[in-house]
């Protein structure tokens, strides 16, 4: 049976506070890209090849700053923030179950558990995970968080492009919600507290910055243009995320279904184009991979998957969405994920 994430949300739904649950799934705005950006994944279709010797299927993926193949799947976990929301252990039992399950995981600036409880835990299982910076007003606090992400293993640095300020959501009503331990979990008491709040000057030049202080691989999520994407390549990064937040920044920013193709085109060269946003099948993962994405990233599916499960319940989820998309791999004809390319068709485009 294919992985249903809309059961896996019904079942967390039923688990969690409604504000919590609200807090997750909710968007900015009207919710109008929210809305668009599972739906726009149906618009393109498949071409799959015919006698291709697929007696073995190999997900496994090279990817920034990971030797080898480290990971063994494309689909890989998105930075979410305050993840003990979901679950006791927050952040480290996402990485113990992405671990577990050969998936890179994204850990958020705003995760519930300590930068070294998670680098520890990944360690132990022989993981790896990537960092992700919000560039706070307080860029000497930014410094020092990136210094011990580098310090404890973080593989590279996914730098969030799209975030100046917080998008508004109707449905947060998580002040008072999230505890102070969890706002300044990686942080520590502070006496002035906007200091950790979002810099709103943050410029393609802080590229540099981040990739000269850590010495890692600099990613830029939020990307939705070709032309930010190119500048994002001239400025230093190893790559750049197609993502619009999940809906949660700009309403009616472009679904990263519509914005990947373009950026894909624009870089010409799949090592460096990543995708998120609305991604709920193996399906979906097939068609954004055949796009030129190459890997991409979950966001609310792992909450759900942490809040019914913990560990266990991430790695499941892991596990049965790349069988689902080995199988339908091996129904497209492609043995590697490298064969996808030129699989997916879009209606209407060249
Ligand atoms: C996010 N996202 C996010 N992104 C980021 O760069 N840093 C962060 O701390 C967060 N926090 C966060 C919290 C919650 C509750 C959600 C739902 C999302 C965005 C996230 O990384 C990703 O871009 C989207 O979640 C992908 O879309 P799907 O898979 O949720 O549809």
Known sequence: MAVDIAELERQARSLLAPEVYD??????????????????WQQHWLMPRVLRDVSTVDTS???????GTVARTPIAIAPTGFQGLAHAEG?????RGAARAGALMVLSTRSSSKIEDVAGTVAREGGAWWFQVYV????????????????????????????PVVGRKRRDRTEGVV??????????????MSLTGQATDVTFADI????G???????VKGVLRADDARACMAAGAAGVIVSNHGGRQLDRAVPTALALPPVAAELGDPATVFADGGLRTGADV???????ARAVFLGRPVLWALACGGADGVRDLLTAMTSDLAYEMALAGAPDLASLAGVTRTPGSA
Do not use: F, H, Q
């Not at 807090?23 to 726009?40: D, F, I, K, N, P």
């Not at 993926?61 to 030797?67: A, C, D, E």
């Not at 020092?144 to 799209?162: P, S, Y």
């Open 23 to 40: 807090y997750y799934a909710g968007g900015s705005g009207s919710e109008r890209t929210l809305r668009a950006s599972v739906s726009a």
């Open 61 to 67: 993926v090279r990817l920034p700053g990971l030797p």
């Open 91 to 95: 952040e480290v039992a996402t990485a």
């Open 136 to 163: 706070m007003r307080d860029r000497t606090l930014t410094a020092r968080l990136v210094e011990r992400a580098v310090a404890a293993g973080a593989r590279a640095l996914v730098l969030t492009g799209d975030t």
């Open 179 to 192: 505890s102070d331990a969890e706002l300044l979990a990686n942080i520590g008491p502070l006496a002035d």
């Open 208 to 211: 540099g910055w981040l990739a």
């Open 213 to 219: 202080l850590s010495g890692l691989p600099v990613l």
């Open 286 to 292: 097939l068609a954004a991979l055949g796009l030129g």
